[in-house]
């Protein structure tokens, strides 16, 4: 593989083996969805919200969080995507997660097992929503329907689910959730043509002890369902229309769990990967370490994005009492900075009551001897009643020009600190002059569209 580049701009070239399970398709409707809007709550409820959850039918009505958000330029437009993850309201167990019958309803989305929103709390299928500013979203009440031509603009919705158990021996039957999006080619495409690379962790039925200590785990000794996550790889040629590439691992997955008391022996969550050189592929994935009890950051890397070796954990936060990341850190994304010669990781930070943040930290290397910044980027909001009182997570930061970023970012409502699913997405800006990640992030205010442009 050559000149892989990363980033919101980035475009790629890759072929590999056979293309597996595609993507269910059912029957969508579009809809827009306005930063503005309120829902019969203060404006001060939806303070940064961009996107919410789905309306009542919706496959996202449940769940909304992880979000991927990329930039494309060409033709005098901006075209920007977000893939996230998200869940109905139904309940799904171990029966399986949905069937292809012609008369279920058309916005049916997946439901994840119960007891995961600790560890997963984006947990569910992959949606895509576009914008022309990436402040208001067009998305899907159901799932795309592989439109082509100039209807495939409006295709959005639902584009990846769990396989069910009608696939017993893969990595996802029970729930998925995407955490990286790319675009790898060579320098000769441009305005994101190409092949586009979806990592997520995918979750099956089998049931796994909860460990004591974790947070909204059911109860020391529990068997929880989808607590067994792995990582995996889906392609597509334009970022709608999904098919998962078969990994090593007998599941599919690009590679496994760790043995038996090693750190990430439960699970591995939220892949997201940099493409830091030539043959220089890194994937940052976190675990919930047992025998530290606590959230912990570790790496893999790759000469060519498949075949995968660990390296082991870089980062797991402070351990000071209080601080912002006294439980650990997860759900990372990792960027390179090159005016300043470092890499930034931007990761989500669990507090002793599983209440999340976002911090920062940063390397010369981009591997090792991660330096914490101690005050958090972006904390739950002040406010009782917003929409992200409860905490955030799940950062995902776009370059904007002057040197600003825009962070994007999963929230959910108070209703009592600590664990709980992910119900919407938000955005912050850093602020002008000196180091972007230096200081906290604001909520964007404002009215949605192109006046209010960064």
């Known amino acids: ?32 969805t306005k930063a503005s809007q309120a829902e019969t709550v203060a404006e001060v409820d939806t303070l940064g919200l961009v996107l919410g959850r789905g309306a009542e039918g919706s496959w996202d009505a449940g769940v909304v969080g992880n979000p991927v958000v990329r930039c494309y330029i060409g033709d ?13 309201n139904g309940a799904t167990s171990s029966s399986g997660s949905g069937s ?39 998305r899907g009440r159901g799932a795309v329907e592989g439109a082509r031509g100039a209807a495939r603009a409006a295709d959005v919705g639902l584009c990846l689910t769990p396989t069910g158990v009608d696939y017993w021996w893969t990595l996802d039957t029970a729930h998925l959730a995407v955490s990286d999006v790319q675009v790898f080619s060579n320098s000769s495409i441009q305005s994101g043509v190409g092949v586009y690379w979806m990592f997520y962790s995918g979750g099956d039925f089998s049931p796994l002890e909860a460990p004591s200590g974790m947070p909204g785990a059911p109860g020391a ?12 790889l889906a392609m597509s040629q334009d970022g709608r229309n999904w098919a998962r590439i078969e990994g090593e691992h007998h599941t599919g997955a690009l590679f496994d769990v760790g043995a038996a008391g090693e750190w990430d022996e439960l699970f591995v969550g939220h892949p997201t990967v940099i493409a830091a050189g030539p043959k220089d592929m890194r994937m940052f994935y ?71 943040s976002i911090g920062a930290a940063s390397s010369a290397d981009g591997k090792s001897k991660w330096t914490r910044l101690a005050a958090p980027l972006l904390e739950a909001s002040a406010a009782p009643a917003a929409w992200d009182a409860g905490g955030v997570g799940a950062p995902c930061a ?31 800006l850093s602020q002008p002059g000196g180091d972007p990640f230096a200081q906290p992030f604001k909520r964007r205010t404002g009215a949605a569209g192109p006046a209010a442009a960064i």
């Open 286 to 356: 976190h675990s919930y370490d047992a025998n530290k009890g606590r959230f912990v950051i570790g790496l893999a890397t790759s000469p060519d994005g498949f075949k995968w070796t660990k390296k082991g954990p870089v980062f797991e936060g402070s351990r000071e009492p209080g601080a912002h990341d006294e439980l650990g850190a997860a759900a990372c994304q990792v960027i390179m900075d090159p005016d300043r010669r470092r890499f930034i990781m931007l990761y989500e930070g669990i507090a002793a009551d599983g209440t999340r």
């Open 1 to 32: 593989m050559r000149g892989l580049r990363t980033g919101s701009l980035c475009s790629g070239r890759c072929s590999r083996g056979p293309l597996l399970r595609p993507a269910r398709s059912q029957s969508a409707a579009s809809v827009v």
């Open 76 to 88: 005098n437009e901006e075209r920007w995507f977000m893939w996230y993850s998200g869940a109905s």
């Open 100 to 138: 292809d019958d012609a008369d279920e309803d058309a916005a049916a989305g997946p439901s994840p097992p119960p007891g995961l929103a600790g560890v997963s709390p984006g947990a569910g299928g992959v949606g895509v929503a576009v914008s022309s500013d990436g402040v208001s979203w067009t």
């Open 221 to 232: 000794g529990a068997a929880l369902e989808g607590l067994r996550m792995r990582p995996g």
């Open 398 to 428: 776009v370059p904007m020009a002057g040197g600003r970023w825009r962070l994007y970012y999963a929230g959910r409502a108070s209703g009592g600190r600590g664990p709980g699913a992910w119900e919407g997405v938000g955005m912050a």
